[in-house]
């Protein structure tokens, strides 16, 4: 379904990003990973290329940089003229981050990783998929993107605006024929529930039989590609079932 297309997912070196890219691997696709730690990526990019993809390529670099970031689409259209597929994955966060919580460097970091670095790259790559008339942009929000949470104020802004911007992208480039995707996962087991189960074995039960896999968003992600040319999920919300609260912290 991917063959000859080049598909750029941030922190495609573990958790969703990498279940994203593997799922795009057996389709054939050509990736261009991008994270920052350089093992990781190695790791991933020899998984991706056994699972089935083209090319793949590998970018370290810090999503917080804007200059980074510039210097990554320029370098990714230098090396595939168009980036037919952006998933913008990569995110950060830290616990405590509320009105009355939390350090608002933090904040800063978040708003830069989260939410500009997102739209840095789209308004970098989004002009070629309109010149061919094809592309998909899928972003990874988080149903505290869809309501926000008390005590994760913060990465809850950063992901109600990559809704936004998500919303604002369809209008904009749904009449060119390129997909705009915004997708909200509730929980999903990755290296945050693998350290809160370190912190508290008692949790590790709850963790394995309620939280949704990476595998599980990524297959939400392919919707994008399964669904006729005529039809762009938009928002796609994915919850663990049965819910995982009130279990977890
Ligand atoms: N896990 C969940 O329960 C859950 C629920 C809802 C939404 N989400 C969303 O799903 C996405 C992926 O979550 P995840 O749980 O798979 O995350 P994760 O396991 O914590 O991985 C985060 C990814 O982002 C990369 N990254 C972080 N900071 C970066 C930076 N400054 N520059 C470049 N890359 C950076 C990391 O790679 P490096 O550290 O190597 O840079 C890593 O690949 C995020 O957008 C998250 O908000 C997750």
Same mark, same amino acid.
């Given at each position: +379904?991917?063959?000859?297309?080049?598909? /750029?997912?941030?922190?495609?070196?573990?958790?969703?990003?990498?279940?994203?890219?593997?799922?795009?691997?057996? #389709?054939?696709?050509?990736?261009? /990973?991008?994270?920052?730690? #350089?093992?990781?990526?190695?790791?991933?990019?020899?998984?991706?290329?056994?699972? %089935?993809?083209?090319?793949?390529?590998?970018? $370290?670099?810090?999503?917080?940089?804007?200059?980074?970031?510039? %210097?990554?689409?320029?370098?990714?259209?230098?090396?595939?003229?168009?980036?037919?597929?952006?998933?913008?994955?990569?995110?950060?966060?830290?616990?405590?981050?509320?009105?009355?919580?939390?350090?608002?460097?933090?904040?800063?970091? +978040?708003?830069?990783?989260?939410?500009?670095?997102? +739209?840095?790259?789209?308004?970098?790559?989004a002009p070629k998929m309109v010149e061919q008339q094809d592309g998909v942009i899928i972003n990874m929000s988080?149903?505290?993107?869809?309501?926000?949470?008390? %005590?994760? %104020?913060?990465?809850?802004? $950063?992901?109600?605006?990559?809704?936004?911007?998500? !919303?604002?992208?369809?209008?904009?480039?749904?009449?060119?024929?390129?997909?705009? +995707?915004?997708? !909200?996962?509730?929980?999903?087991?990755?290296?945050?529930?693998?350290?809160?189960?370190?912190?508290?074995?008692?949790?590790?039960?709850?963790?394995?039989?309620?939280?949704m896999s990476p595998e599980d968003v990524a297959e939400t992600c392919m919707l994008a590609f399964r669904t006729?040319?005529?039809?762009?999920?938009?928002?796609?919300?994915?919850?663990?079932?049965?819910?995982?609260?009130? !279990?977890?912290?």
């Open positions: +379904m991917l063959k000859g297309k080049w598909c /750029l997912v941030t922190g495609g070196n573990r958790g969703i990003g990498q279940a994203i890219a593997l799922a795009f691997a057996k #389709e054939g696709a050509s990736l261009i /990973l991008v994270a920052r730690d #350089e093992a990781a990526l190695a790791g991933a990019a020899q998984a991706c290329t056994a699972a %089935g993809a083209g090319e793949v390529a590998t970018h $370290t670099v810090d999503l917080a940089d804007p200059i980074a970031v510039d %210097g990554l689409a320029r370098d990714a259209l230098a090396r595939c003229g168009t980036v037919d597929v952006l998933v913008n994955n990569a995110a950060y966060s830290v616990r405590a981050n509320s009105p009355l919580e939390g350090d608002p460097d933090e904040f800063d970091k +978040m708003i830069a990783i989260n939410l500009a670095a997102p +739209m840095r790259l789209t308004r970098l790559l988080s149903v505290y993107g869809q309501q926000p949470s008390a %005590g994760w %104020g913060a990465y809850s802004a $950063t992901k109600h605006g990559l809704k936004g911007w998500s !919303h604002s992208c369809a209008a904009t480039l749904r009449p060119h024929n390129v997909k705009v +995707m915004c997708v !909200h996962p509730g929980c999903v087991y990755t290296d945050t529930a693998r350290k809160k189960v370190e912190e508290d074995p008692k949790l590790e039960e709850v963790v394995k039989t309620h939280l006729s040319s005529r039809c762009c999920p938009l928002d796609v919300t994915v919850l663990e079932t049965p819910p995982v609260q009130p !279990h977890y912290p």
